[in-house]
Protein backbone atom coordinates (compact mmCIF):
# COMPACT_ATOMS: atom_id res chain seq x y z
CA UNK A 1 0.00 0.00 0.00
CA UNK A 2 1.40 3.85 -0.85
CA UNK A 3 0.81 6.57 1.00
CA UNK A 4 1.55 10.08 0.48
CA UNK A 5 4.09 11.31 1.80
CA UNK A 6 5.62 15.11 2.28
CA UNK A 7 6.53 15.74 -1.43
CA UNK A 8 3.44 14.92 -3.00
CA UNK A 9 1.55 17.05 -1.06
CA UNK A 10 3.80 19.86 -1.40
CA UNK A 11 3.74 18.99 -5.14
CA UNK A 12 -0.05 18.96 -5.20
CA UNK A 13 -0.10 22.30 -3.53
CA UNK A 14 2.28 23.78 -6.19
CA UNK A 15 0.44 22.68 -8.77
CA UNK A 16 -2.93 24.19 -7.25
CA UNK A 17 -1.45 27.41 -6.73
CA UNK A 18 -0.19 27.63 -10.29
CA UNK A 19 -2.90 26.23 -12.49
CA UNK A 20 -5.72 27.60 -10.14
CA UNK A 21 -4.21 31.09 -9.80
CA UNK A 22 -3.29 31.53 -14.05
CA UNK A 23 -6.70 29.67 -14.68
CA UNK A 24 -8.69 32.00 -13.10
CA UNK A 25 -6.34 35.43 -13.54
CA UNK A 26 -6.59 35.33 -16.94
CA UNK A 27 -10.20 33.42 -17.20
CA UNK A 28 -11.47 36.87 -15.78
CA UNK A 29 -9.00 39.29 -18.23
CA UNK A 30 -11.41 37.41 -20.88
CA UNK A 31 -14.78 37.52 -19.06
CA UNK A 32 -13.86 41.08 -19.39
CA UNK A 33 -12.97 40.68 -23.31
CA UNK A 34 -17.18 39.10 -23.12
CA UNK A 35 -15.26 35.89 -24.03
CA UNK A 36 -15.84 32.11 -21.92
CA UNK A 37 -13.31 31.84 -19.21
CA UNK A 38 -13.31 27.95 -20.59
CA UNK A 39 -10.62 29.11 -23.28
CA UNK A 40 -8.70 30.74 -20.82
CA UNK A 41 -8.14 27.88 -18.61
CA UNK A 42 -7.72 25.02 -21.72
CA UNK A 43 -5.08 27.81 -22.70
CA UNK A 44 -3.53 27.63 -19.66
CA UNK A 45 -3.25 23.75 -19.55
CA UNK A 46 -1.86 23.92 -23.21
CA UNK A 47 1.21 26.48 -22.03
CA UNK A 48 1.80 24.29 -19.09
CA UNK A 49 1.26 20.87 -20.74
CA UNK A 50 3.30 18.40 -23.22
CA UNK A 51 2.15 21.12 -26.41
CA UNK A 52 3.91 23.54 -24.89
CA UNK A 53 6.21 23.28 -21.66
CA UNK A 54 6.75 20.07 -21.79
CA UNK A 55 8.27 19.99 -25.90
CA UNK A 56 10.43 23.34 -24.62
CA UNK A 57 11.02 23.27 -21.21
CA UNK A 58 10.71 19.23 -20.18
CA UNK A 59 12.94 19.57 -16.78
CA UNK A 60 10.63 22.24 -15.50
CA UNK A 61 7.85 20.16 -16.86
CA UNK A 62 9.00 17.03 -15.24
CA UNK A 63 9.43 18.86 -11.81
CA UNK A 64 5.84 20.50 -11.85
CA UNK A 65 4.12 17.74 -13.39
CA UNK A 66 6.07 14.50 -12.64
CA UNK A 67 5.43 11.53 -14.07
CA UNK A 68 4.13 9.71 -11.12
CA UNK A 69 1.12 7.85 -10.93
CA UNK A 70 0.53 8.95 -7.25
CA UNK A 71 1.08 12.51 -8.07
CA UNK A 72 -1.24 12.25 -11.38
CA UNK A 73 -3.79 10.68 -9.95
CA UNK A 74 -4.15 13.72 -7.08
CA UNK A 75 -4.53 15.89 -9.45
CA UNK A 76 -6.87 14.32 -11.49
CA UNK A 77 -9.56 13.01 -8.76
CA UNK A 78 -9.78 16.90 -8.13
CA UNK A 79 -10.17 17.53 -11.86
CA UNK A 80 -13.10 14.92 -11.29
CA UNK A 81 -15.17 16.11 -8.85
CA UNK A 82 -14.63 19.22 -10.75
CA UNK A 83 -16.35 17.91 -13.75
CA UNK A 84 -18.99 15.81 -11.61
CA UNK A 85 -19.83 19.54 -9.69
CA UNK A 86 -20.19 20.84 -13.51
CA UNK A 87 -22.53 18.68 -14.32
CA UNK A 88 -24.92 19.38 -10.88
CA UNK A 89 -24.54 22.57 -11.33
CA UNK A 90 -25.68 22.61 -15.02
CA UNK A 91 -28.79 20.67 -13.70
CA UNK A 92 -29.48 23.25 -10.76
CA UNK A 93 -29.97 25.82 -14.11
CA UNK A 94 -32.99 23.64 -15.20
CA UNK A 95 -36.55 24.44 -13.67
CA UNK A 96 -37.70 21.15 -15.48
CA UNK A 97 -41.33 22.21 -14.19
CA UNK A 98 -41.25 25.71 -16.32
CA UNK A 99 -39.74 24.39 -19.10
CA UNK A 100 -42.42 21.44 -19.51
CA UNK A 101 -44.91 23.76 -19.07
CA UNK A 102 -43.60 25.72 -22.06
CA UNK A 103 -43.52 22.32 -24.04
CA UNK A 104 -45.37 23.89 -26.73
CA UNK A 105 -42.86 25.85 -28.11
CA UNK A 106 -39.72 24.67 -26.48
CA UNK A 107 -40.34 21.18 -27.12
CA UNK A 108 -40.46 21.66 -30.78
CA UNK A 109 -36.98 23.38 -30.79
CA UNK A 110 -35.55 21.09 -28.43
CA UNK A 111 -36.72 18.36 -30.40
CA UNK A 112 -35.72 19.30 -33.92
CA UNK A 113 -32.28 20.74 -32.40
CA UNK A 114 -31.43 16.81 -31.05
CA UNK A 115 -33.19 15.06 -34.19
CA UNK A 116 -31.24 17.48 -37.29
CA UNK A 117 -27.74 17.74 -35.49
CA UNK A 118 -27.59 14.09 -35.27
CA UNK A 119 -28.72 13.12 -38.77
CA UNK A 120 -26.05 16.23 -40.32
CA UNK A 121 -23.29 15.31 -37.98
CA UNK A 122 -23.79 11.07 -38.44
CA UNK A 123 -23.25 10.23 -41.93
CA UNK A 124 -19.77 11.96 -42.73
CA UNK A 125 -18.50 10.81 -38.94
CA UNK A 126 -19.68 7.36 -40.60
CA UNK A 127 -17.53 7.99 -43.47
CA UNK A 128 -14.42 8.62 -41.92
CA UNK A 129 -11.38 6.95 -42.55
CA UNK A 130 -9.90 4.37 -40.42
CA UNK A 131 -7.00 6.33 -39.25
CA UNK A 132 -9.56 8.69 -37.67
CA UNK A 133 -11.14 5.72 -35.28
CA UNK A 134 -10.50 3.95 -32.42
CA UNK A 135 -11.75 0.70 -33.28
CA UNK A 136 -13.24 0.73 -37.08
CA UNK A 137 -14.79 -2.35 -36.18
CA UNK A 138 -17.03 -0.32 -34.09
CA UNK A 139 -17.94 2.71 -36.32
CA UNK A 140 -21.73 2.78 -35.54
CA UNK A 141 -21.36 3.52 -32.38
CA UNK A 142 -18.49 6.12 -33.26
CA UNK A 143 -20.72 8.58 -35.42
CA UNK A 144 -23.45 7.41 -33.21
CA UNK A 145 -21.54 9.04 -30.48
CA UNK A 146 -19.91 11.86 -32.39
CA UNK A 147 -24.16 12.81 -33.58
CA UNK A 148 -25.33 12.86 -30.00
CA UNK A 149 -21.79 15.16 -29.10
CA UNK A 150 -23.74 17.62 -32.15
CA UNK A 151 -26.93 17.76 -29.62
CA UNK A 152 -25.65 18.69 -26.37
CA UNK A 153 -25.77 23.08 -26.46
CA UNK A 154 -23.42 25.00 -23.76
CA UNK A 155 -26.70 26.13 -21.87
CA UNK A 156 -24.31 28.35 -19.57
CA UNK A 157 -22.80 30.10 -22.60
CA UNK A 158 -25.82 31.03 -23.58
CA UNK A 159 -27.36 31.77 -20.38
CA UNK A 160 -24.06 34.31 -20.02
CA UNK A 161 -24.86 36.22 -23.26
CA UNK A 162 -28.96 36.54 -22.01
CA UNK A 163 -27.32 38.12 -19.23
CA UNK A 164 -24.83 40.44 -20.36
CA UNK A 165 -27.43 41.88 -22.81
CA UNK A 166 -29.57 41.89 -19.82
CA UNK A 167 -32.07 39.69 -21.84
CA UNK A 168 -32.59 36.82 -18.81
CA UNK A 169 -35.58 37.99 -17.46
CA UNK A 170 -37.06 38.13 -20.18
CA UNK A 171 -39.74 35.74 -21.96
CA UNK A 172 -37.41 35.24 -25.03
CA UNK A 173 -34.79 34.49 -22.52
CA UNK A 174 -36.79 32.04 -20.90
CA UNK A 175 -37.68 30.68 -24.03
CA UNK A 176 -34.61 29.65 -25.11
CA UNK A 177 -33.65 28.55 -21.54
CA UNK A 178 -36.62 26.29 -21.58
CA UNK A 179 -35.62 25.03 -25.12
CA UNK A 180 -32.30 24.22 -23.68
CA UNK A 181 -33.17 22.73 -20.62
CA UNK A 182 -34.91 20.46 -22.47
CA UNK A 183 -32.06 19.71 -25.19
CA UNK A 184 -29.54 18.78 -22.43
CA UNK A 185 -32.28 16.16 -20.77
CA UNK A 186 -32.83 14.82 -23.45
CA UNK A 187 -28.83 14.51 -25.15
CA UNK A 188 -27.49 13.69 -22.05
CA UNK A 189 -29.80 10.66 -22.06
CA UNK A 190 -29.17 9.47 -25.34
CA UNK A 191 -25.29 9.74 -24.86
CA UNK A 192 -25.00 8.09 -21.45
CA UNK A 193 -26.86 4.99 -22.70
CA UNK A 194 -24.78 5.01 -25.45
CA UNK A 195 -21.58 5.12 -23.61
CA UNK A 196 -23.28 2.61 -21.69
CA UNK A 197 -23.67 -0.08 -24.67
CA UNK A 198 -20.24 0.78 -25.53
CA UNK A 199 -18.27 0.39 -22.12
CA UNK A 200 -20.39 -3.64 -21.26
CA UNK A 201 -18.51 -6.36 -22.84
CA UNK A 202 -20.21 -8.67 -24.67
CA UNK A 203 -23.60 -6.68 -24.96
CA UNK A 204 -26.42 -8.89 -25.63
CA UNK A 205 -29.80 -7.25 -26.95
CA UNK A 206 -31.51 -8.17 -23.47
CA UNK A 207 -28.54 -5.61 -21.76
CA UNK A 208 -29.27 -3.27 -24.28
CA UNK A 209 -33.03 -3.08 -23.31
CA UNK A 210 -32.12 -3.26 -19.82
CA UNK A 211 -29.71 -0.08 -19.83
CA UNK A 212 -31.94 2.23 -21.77
CA UNK A 213 -34.84 1.01 -19.81
CA UNK A 214 -32.91 1.22 -16.42
CA UNK A 215 -32.24 5.16 -17.70
CA UNK A 216 -35.47 5.86 -18.84
CA UNK A 217 -37.22 4.60 -15.91
CA UNK A 218 -34.40 6.23 -13.43
CA UNK A 219 -34.77 9.73 -15.09
CA UNK A 220 -38.77 9.29 -15.05
CA UNK A 221 -38.58 8.72 -11.32
CA UNK A 222 -35.78 11.30 -10.44
CA UNK A 223 -38.47 13.61 -12.61
CA UNK A 224 -41.48 13.15 -10.71
CA UNK A 225 -41.69 11.59 -7.64
CA UNK A 226 -37.78 12.67 -7.03
CA UNK A 227 -38.70 16.18 -7.76
CA UNK A 228 -41.00 16.39 -4.70
CA UNK A 229 -39.54 14.75 -2.08
CA UNK A 230 -35.91 16.81 -2.91
CA UNK A 231 -38.49 19.72 -2.62
CA UNK A 232 -39.85 18.47 0.50
CA UNK A 233 -35.97 18.23 2.03
CA UNK A 234 -35.23 21.78 1.20
CA UNK A 235 -38.49 23.13 2.21
CA UNK A 236 -38.03 21.60 5.59
CA UNK A 237 -34.54 22.68 5.80
CA UNK A 238 -35.80 26.45 5.32
CA UNK A 239 -38.56 26.02 7.26
CA UNK A 240 -36.65 24.84 10.16
CA UNK A 241 -34.11 27.67 9.53
CA UNK A 242 -30.97 25.22 9.47
CA UNK A 243 -27.77 27.05 8.82
CA UNK A 244 -27.60 28.64 4.86
CA UNK A 245 -26.51 28.13 2.73
CA UNK A 246 -24.59 24.82 4.25
CA UNK A 247 -26.62 22.43 4.57
CA UNK A 248 -28.93 23.25 1.37
CA UNK A 249 -25.64 22.77 0.00
CA UNK A 250 -24.21 19.58 1.94
CA UNK A 251 -28.04 18.04 0.67
CA UNK A 252 -27.57 18.69 -2.98
CA UNK A 253 -23.79 17.47 -2.78
CA UNK A 254 -24.84 14.13 -1.25
CA UNK A 255 -28.17 13.54 -3.36
CA UNK A 256 -25.57 13.94 -6.51
CA UNK A 257 -23.11 11.25 -5.04
CA UNK A 258 -26.53 9.15 -4.23
CA UNK A 259 -27.58 9.56 -7.83
CA UNK A 260 -24.14 9.39 -9.43
CA UNK A 261 -23.83 5.79 -8.14
CA UNK A 262 -26.97 4.53 -8.69
CA UNK A 263 -26.02 5.49 -12.38
CA UNK A 264 -22.63 3.99 -12.27
CA UNK A 265 -24.40 0.68 -11.10
CA UNK A 266 -26.95 0.59 -14.05
CA UNK A 267 -23.97 0.95 -16.66
CA UNK A 268 -24.12 4.72 -17.54
CA UNK A 269 -21.79 7.35 -16.36
CA UNK A 270 -21.88 8.99 -12.74
CA UNK A 271 -22.19 12.67 -14.56
CA UNK A 272 -25.96 11.63 -15.72
CA UNK A 273 -26.74 10.99 -11.96
CA UNK A 274 -24.95 14.41 -11.03
CA UNK A 275 -26.88 16.04 -13.69
CA UNK A 276 -30.55 14.72 -12.60
CA UNK A 277 -29.82 15.53 -8.97
CA UNK A 278 -29.11 19.05 -9.88
CA UNK A 279 -32.79 19.29 -12.09
CA UNK A 280 -33.88 17.65 -8.87
CA UNK A 281 -32.96 20.23 -6.25
CA UNK A 282 -33.11 23.16 -8.68
CA UNK A 283 -36.42 22.77 -8.77
CA UNK A 284 -37.69 23.51 -5.67
CA UNK A 285 -38.67 26.83 -5.02
CA UNK A 286 -37.51 26.60 -1.25
CA UNK A 287 -33.77 27.24 -2.47
CA UNK A 288 -32.99 30.63 -2.97
CA UNK A 289 -31.40 32.24 -5.15
CA UNK A 290 -28.55 33.28 -2.99
CA UNK A 291 -27.81 29.70 -2.50
CA UNK A 292 -27.84 29.12 -6.06
CA UNK A 293 -25.29 31.53 -6.88
CA UNK A 294 -23.03 30.20 -3.75
CA UNK A 295 -22.98 27.16 -5.33
CA UNK A 296 -22.11 28.17 -8.82
CA UNK A 297 -19.27 30.03 -7.53
CA UNK A 298 -17.98 27.69 -6.07
CA UNK A 299 -18.04 25.33 -8.82
CA UNK A 300 -16.74 27.74 -11.69
CA UNK A 301 -14.59 29.49 -9.07
CA UNK A 302 -12.78 26.48 -8.56
CA UNK A 303 -13.41 22.87 -9.32
CA UNK A 304 -14.46 23.86 -13.21
CA UNK A 305 -10.87 25.69 -13.97
CA UNK A 306 -8.97 23.16 -12.55
CA UNK A 307 -10.94 20.26 -14.81
CA UNK A 308 -10.46 22.52 -17.88
CA UNK A 309 -6.41 23.15 -17.03
CA UNK A 310 -5.96 19.17 -16.68
CA UNK A 311 -7.69 18.48 -20.00
CA UNK A 312 -4.43 20.87 -21.51
CA UNK A 313 -2.23 18.95 -19.40
CA UNK A 314 -3.16 15.37 -20.37
CA UNK A 315 -3.16 15.69 -24.09
CA UNK A 316 -0.37 17.22 -26.89
CA UNK A 317 -2.40 19.38 -28.75
CA UNK A 318 0.18 19.98 -31.77
CA UNK A 319 0.43 16.47 -32.06
CA UNK A 320 -2.58 15.26 -32.73
CA UNK A 321 -4.25 18.83 -34.32
CA UNK A 322 -5.54 17.85 -37.57
CA UNK A 323 -7.03 20.85 -39.84
CA UNK A 324 -9.59 18.64 -41.53
CA UNK A 325 -10.85 17.15 -38.64
CA UNK A 326 -11.08 20.60 -36.73
CA UNK A 327 -13.37 22.36 -39.75
CA UNK A 328 -15.05 19.46 -40.26
CA UNK A 329 -16.43 19.00 -36.58
CA UNK A 330 -16.68 23.12 -36.39
CA UNK A 331 -18.78 23.46 -39.40
CA UNK A 332 -21.23 20.18 -38.61
CA UNK A 333 -21.91 21.15 -34.97
CA UNK A 334 -22.39 24.84 -35.72
CA UNK A 335 -24.51 24.21 -38.62
CA UNK A 336 -26.23 21.49 -37.25
CA UNK A 337 -27.17 23.19 -34.44
CA UNK A 338 -28.27 26.16 -35.61
CA UNK A 339 -30.37 24.68 -38.43
CA UNK A 340 -31.94 22.22 -35.54
CA UNK A 341 -32.85 25.12 -33.67
CA UNK A 342 -34.55 27.39 -36.58
CA UNK A 343 -36.24 24.60 -38.10
CA UNK A 344 -37.58 24.33 -34.90
CA UNK A 345 -38.33 27.79 -34.08
CA UNK A 346 -40.12 28.12 -37.21
CA UNK A 347 -42.66 26.11 -36.16
CA UNK A 348 -43.49 28.71 -33.89
CA UNK A 349 -45.66 31.73 -34.11
CA UNK A 350 -42.45 33.91 -33.10
CA UNK A 351 -41.43 36.94 -35.06
CA UNK A 352 -38.22 36.50 -37.91
CA UNK A 353 -35.84 38.32 -35.73
CA UNK A 354 -36.59 36.03 -32.48
CA UNK A 355 -36.16 33.22 -34.54
CA UNK A 356 -32.65 33.91 -35.62
CA UNK A 357 -31.92 34.67 -31.83
CA UNK A 358 -33.01 31.37 -30.34
CA UNK A 359 -31.43 29.44 -33.12
CA UNK A 360 -28.13 31.32 -32.61
CA UNK A 361 -28.37 30.54 -28.90
CA UNK A 362 -28.55 27.05 -29.31
CA UNK A 363 -24.98 27.33 -31.48
CA UNK A 364 -21.67 26.53 -28.61
CA UNK A 365 -20.96 23.40 -27.72
CA UNK A 366 -19.06 24.84 -24.98
CA UNK A 367 -18.27 22.54 -21.55
CA UNK A 368 -20.95 19.94 -22.45
CA UNK A 369 -18.75 19.43 -25.56
CA UNK A 370 -15.55 18.64 -24.55
CA UNK A 371 -16.61 16.82 -20.71
CA UNK A 372 -18.57 14.42 -23.29
CA UNK A 373 -15.55 14.16 -25.41
CA UNK A 374 -13.09 13.52 -22.78
CA UNK A 375 -15.65 10.59 -21.53
CA UNK A 376 -15.26 9.23 -24.91
CA UNK A 377 -11.14 9.50 -25.03
CA UNK A 378 -11.41 8.33 -21.39
CA UNK A 379 -13.49 5.08 -22.57
CA UNK A 380 -11.08 4.74 -26.16
CA UNK A 381 -14.13 5.48 -28.61
CA UNK A 382 -12.46 8.25 -30.01
CA UNK A 383 -8.73 9.13 -30.70
CA UNK A 384 -6.82 12.06 -29.73
CA UNK A 385 -6.93 13.98 -32.81
CA UNK A 386 -10.78 13.76 -32.74
CA UNK A 387 -10.92 15.15 -29.12
CA UNK A 388 -8.90 17.63 -30.22
CA UNK A 389 -11.38 18.68 -32.74
CA UNK A 390 -13.99 18.56 -30.23
CA UNK A 391 -12.25 21.07 -28.28
CA UNK A 392 -11.58 23.39 -30.89
CA UNK A 393 -15.08 22.91 -31.98
CA UNK A 394 -16.44 23.96 -28.68
CA UNK A 395 -14.12 27.05 -28.19
CA UNK A 396 -14.96 28.36 -31.46
CA UNK A 397 -18.71 28.08 -31.17
CA UNK A 398 -18.59 29.47 -27.38
CA UNK A 399 -16.36 32.12 -28.90
CA UNK A 400 -18.56 33.75 -31.70
CA UNK A 401 -21.68 33.29 -29.80
CA UNK A 402 -21.36 36.78 -28.47
CA UNK A 403 -20.58 39.15 -30.91
CA UNK A 404 -23.34 36.60 -33.17
CA UNK A 405 -26.23 36.75 -30.92
CA UNK A 406 -25.58 40.82 -29.81
CA UNK A 407 -25.86 41.09 -33.77
CA UNK A 408 -29.08 39.51 -33.82
CA UNK A 409 -30.75 41.60 -30.92
CA UNK A 410 -29.84 44.66 -32.77
CA UNK A 411 -31.80 44.32 -35.43
CA UNK A 412 -35.15 44.71 -33.70
CA UNK A 413 -37.39 47.38 -34.37
CA UNK A 414 -36.79 50.18 -32.73
CA UNK A 415 -38.75 51.08 -29.48
CA UNK A 416 -38.90 54.05 -27.06
CA UNK A 417 -39.83 53.37 -23.31
CA UNK A 418 -41.13 57.05 -23.31
CA UNK A 419 -43.81 55.62 -25.71
CA UNK A 420 -45.53 54.04 -23.17
CA UNK A 421 -44.59 55.45 -19.65
CA UNK A 422 -45.74 58.41 -18.18
CA UNK A 423 -45.79 60.63 -14.81
CA UNK A 424 -49.46 58.79 -13.96
CA UNK A 425 -47.44 55.27 -14.85
CA UNK A 426 -45.24 56.10 -11.31
CA UNK A 427 -46.37 55.00 -7.65
CA UNK A 428 -43.46 57.03 -5.32
CA UNK A 429 -43.91 54.68 -2.18
CA UNK A 430 -45.69 51.41 -2.30
CA UNK A 431 -47.93 50.87 0.64
CA UNK A 432 -47.00 46.96 0.94
CA UNK A 433 -43.69 45.02 1.54
CA UNK A 434 -44.84 41.82 0.31
CA UNK A 435 -44.22 40.64 -3.25
CA UNK A 436 -47.38 39.91 -4.25
CA UNK A 437 -49.71 42.72 -2.75
CA UNK A 438 -46.31 45.18 -4.47
CA UNK A 439 -47.43 43.43 -7.75
CA UNK A 440 -51.23 43.55 -7.21
CA UNK A 441 -50.87 46.86 -6.82
CA UNK A 442 -48.98 47.71 -9.81
CA UNK A 443 -51.27 46.07 -11.96
CA UNK A 444 -54.09 48.49 -10.04
CA UNK A 445 -52.57 51.26 -11.59
CA UNK A 446 -51.73 49.28 -14.95
CA UNK A 447 -55.64 48.64 -15.24
CA UNK A 448 -56.23 52.13 -14.85
CA UNK A 449 -55.65 52.66 -18.49
CA UNK A 450 -57.34 52.77 -21.30
CA UNK A 451 -58.28 49.94 -23.32
CA UNK A 452 -56.40 47.63 -20.27
CA UNK A 453 -57.86 44.11 -18.79
CA UNK A 454 -59.49 43.90 -14.76
CA UNK A 455 -56.85 44.19 -12.40
CA UNK A 456 -57.64 41.10 -11.55
CA UNK A 457 -56.80 39.17 -14.96
CA UNK A 458 -53.49 41.33 -15.11
CA UNK A 459 -52.20 40.37 -11.33
CA UNK A 460 -53.14 36.27 -12.50
CA UNK A 461 -51.11 36.99 -15.29
CA UNK A 462 -48.11 38.60 -13.75
CA UNK A 463 -48.46 36.16 -11.12
CA UNK A 464 -48.35 33.48 -13.35
CA UNK A 465 -44.91 34.41 -14.96
CA UNK A 466 -43.53 34.81 -12.22
CA UNK A 467 -44.00 31.70 -10.67
CA UNK A 468 -42.30 30.33 -13.66
CA UNK A 469 -39.11 32.02 -13.29
CA UNK A 470 -38.50 35.00 -10.84
CA UNK A 471 -38.11 38.29 -12.43
CA UNK A 472 -35.59 39.96 -9.40
CA UNK A 473 -32.52 41.37 -10.90
CA UNK A 474 -29.16 42.70 -8.65
CA UNK A 475 -28.99 46.08 -6.78
CA UNK A 476 -32.38 46.13 -5.61
CA UNK A 477 -34.09 45.69 -9.29
CA UNK A 478 -37.56 43.80 -10.37
CA UNK A 479 -39.16 43.57 -13.32
CA UNK A 480 -42.24 41.50 -13.24
CA UNK A 481 -44.26 41.23 -16.87
CA UNK A 482 -46.37 39.63 -18.69
CA UNK A 483 -47.97 38.60 -22.25
CA UNK A 484 -51.75 39.39 -22.82
CA UNK A 485 -54.23 38.88 -25.38
CA UNK A 486 -55.66 42.20 -24.67
CA UNK A 487 -53.09 44.23 -24.43
CA UNK A 488 -52.84 46.10 -27.62
CA UNK A 489 -49.89 48.24 -27.12
CA UNK A 490 -47.13 47.87 -24.46
CA UNK A 491 -47.98 49.78 -20.70
CA UNK A 492 -45.06 50.59 -18.34
CA UNK A 493 -45.66 51.25 -14.86
CA UNK A 494 -43.15 51.83 -11.90
CA UNK A 495 -43.17 51.47 -8.40
CA UNK A 496 -40.80 52.21 -5.43
CA UNK A 497 -40.24 50.61 -1.89
CA UNK A 498 -38.61 52.47 0.79
CA UNK A 499 -38.07 50.00 2.75
CA UNK A 500 -37.56 47.06 0.45
CA UNK A 501 -39.09 43.97 -0.64
CA UNK A 502 -38.03 40.55 -0.23
CA UNK A 503 -38.43 39.04 -3.94
CA UNK A 504 -35.13 36.13 -4.04
CA UNK A 505 -32.86 38.45 -6.14
CA UNK A 506 -29.86 36.48 -6.88
CA UNK A 507 -27.53 39.05 -5.14
CA UNK A 508 -29.74 38.38 -1.55
CA UNK A 509 -30.27 42.18 -1.56
CA UNK A 510 -34.21 43.56 -0.81
CA UNK A 511 -36.03 44.68 -3.78
CA UNK A 512 -36.36 48.41 -4.17
CA UNK A 513 -37.16 49.50 -7.92
CA UNK A 514 -39.95 47.44 -9.31
CA UNK A 515 -40.96 47.89 -13.16
CA UNK A 516 -44.39 46.31 -14.61
CA UNK A 517 -44.02 45.51 -17.96
CA UNK A 518 -47.29 44.35 -20.04
CA UNK A 519 -47.21 43.50 -23.63
CA UNK A 520 -49.43 41.82 -26.04
CA UNK A 521 -49.67 38.38 -26.49
CA UNK A 522 -47.34 37.91 -29.68
CA UNK A 523 -45.38 40.99 -28.59
CA UNK A 524 -41.75 39.35 -27.89
CA UNK A 525 -39.97 42.19 -29.08
CA UNK A 526 -41.02 45.22 -27.60
CA UNK A 527 -40.51 43.13 -24.07
CA UNK A 528 -36.89 42.50 -25.12
CA UNK A 529 -36.07 46.10 -26.21
CA UNK A 530 -38.12 47.79 -22.74
CA UNK A 531 -36.30 45.69 -20.33
CA UNK A 532 -32.89 46.61 -21.92
CA UNK A 533 -33.58 50.05 -21.82
CA UNK A 534 -34.71 49.69 -18.08
CA UNK A 535 -31.62 47.09 -17.24
CA UNK A 536 -29.03 49.88 -18.84
CA UNK A 537 -30.62 52.91 -17.02
CA UNK A 538 -30.81 50.82 -14.08
CA UNK A 539 -27.29 49.83 -13.69
CA UNK A 540 -25.68 53.38 -13.25
CA UNK A 541 -25.14 53.40 -9.51
CA UNK A 542 -26.26 57.59 -9.67
CA UNK A 543 -28.99 56.46 -11.01
CA UNK A 544 -30.18 54.77 -8.12
CA UNK A 545 -29.23 56.81 -5.71
CA UNK A 546 -31.21 59.66 -7.38
CA UNK A 547 -34.27 57.11 -7.44
CA UNK A 548 -33.49 56.75 -3.65
CA UNK A 549 -33.27 59.85 -2.67
CA UNK A 550 -36.49 61.35 -5.03
CA UNK A 551 -39.40 63.37 -2.70
CA UNK A 552 -42.09 62.43 -5.38
CA UNK A 553 -43.71 61.18 -8.77
CA UNK A 554 -41.84 64.25 -10.18
CA UNK A 555 -38.32 64.05 -9.63
CA UNK A 556 -38.97 60.16 -10.10
CA UNK A 557 -39.74 60.97 -13.50
CA UNK A 558 -37.65 63.99 -14.27
CA UNK A 559 -34.74 61.18 -14.06
CA UNK A 560 -36.71 58.89 -16.30
CA UNK A 561 -37.58 61.43 -19.03
CA UNK A 562 -33.72 61.99 -19.17
CA UNK A 563 -32.51 58.72 -19.25
CA UNK A 564 -35.13 56.86 -21.43
CA UNK A 565 -34.97 59.85 -23.86
CA UNK A 566 -30.85 59.06 -24.13
CA UNK A 567 -31.14 55.26 -24.67
CA UNK A 568 -30.44 54.61 -27.68
CA UNK A 569 -32.28 50.72 -27.80
CA UNK A 570 -31.32 49.98 -31.27
CA UNK A 571 -30.10 51.92 -34.29
CA UNK A 572 -31.40 49.67 -36.98
CA UNK A 573 -35.20 48.43 -38.04
CA UNK A 574 -36.02 45.23 -39.56
CA UNK A 575 -39.66 44.04 -41.25
CA UNK A 576 -41.17 41.14 -39.43
Keep these: MHYLDEHNIFIFLV?????????????????????PPLTAELLIGVLLGPTIMGRFMPLWHQAIFPNDIVQQNMLETVAWIGVLFLLLET????????????????LKIAITDIMVPMVIAFIPCFFLPDH?????????????????????????????????????????????????SVNDIIGWLIFTMVLGFFTQDGLGVANVFMIAGSTIAFTAVCLTVGRKLTDKVIHGIKQKK????????????????????????????????FFIAGIMAGGSRALSENVRQVISQMVYAIFV????????????????????????????????????????????????????????????????????GLLALEYNLITEPIFVAIIFA???????????????????????????????????????TQQSKAIEQLCELAANQDDMPEAESIYQAVMNRENEMGTAMEEGIAVPHARISEVKSPVVVFGR????????????????????????????????????????????????????????????????????????????????
Design 15 to 35: QLVILLGLARGLGELFRKWKQ
Design 91 to 106: GLEIDFASAWRQRGDA
Design 132 to 180: YLANPDQRFLFALFMATVMTISAMPIAARALHDLKLSKTDLGFLIMSAL
Design 242 to 273: MPQPGVPLTFICVLGAFCGAVTQKIGIHALFG
Design 305 to 372: PLFFVNIGLKVDFLKSFDIFLVLLITVIGISGRFLGAWLGVNLTKLSKTNRLSIAIAHTPGGAMEIVV
Design 394 to 432: AVISSVILGPWFNYSVKRRKEVSVLEYFSLRDIIAKLRD
Design 497 to 576: SVDGIEWNAPDGKPTHFIFLILTSEDDYDSQVQILGAIAKTMSATENRTVLTKAKDSHEIWSLFQREFSDTQIVKKSVKR
